[in-house]
């Protein structure tokens, strides 16, 4: 089984600040994990801007020491740069 990992960690390694990693869970589905990219998180509905960037890239493994810190970290930052290059 490899090193503990957490969520904090791989956000703060990959180092978007744009980018979140949630556990997605619903009824009759296994646990997995799902990178959320977003600009304005604190912003929802008509207070969103029009220029607001959000999407999802999901990985499915039901837990964190699943993959490895570098393993996370390479999900996450090509996820995080694929957003960003369409944004451009």
């Given at each position: 089984m490899?090193?503990?990992?957490t ?12 980018l979140?990693l ?27 801007p029009?220029?607001?960037?959000w999407?999802?890239?999901?990985v ?17 930052s ?11």
């Amino acid at each position: 089984m490899s090193k503990r990992v957490t969520r904090n960690q791989v956000v703060r390694y990959i180092g978007c600040p744009h980018l979140s990693l949630e556990r997605s869970t619903y009824c009759g589905r296994s646990d997995y994990f799902v990178f959320v990219y977003d600009t304005h998180p604190l912003k929802h509905g008509e207070e969103r801007p029009a220029n607001a960037t959000w999407a999802t890239s999901s990985v499915y493994v039901s837990q964190l020491n699943h993959l490895s810190l570098d393993q996370w970290a390479e999900h996450g930052s090509i996820f995080a740069n694929e957003v960003e290059a369409q944004d451009a």
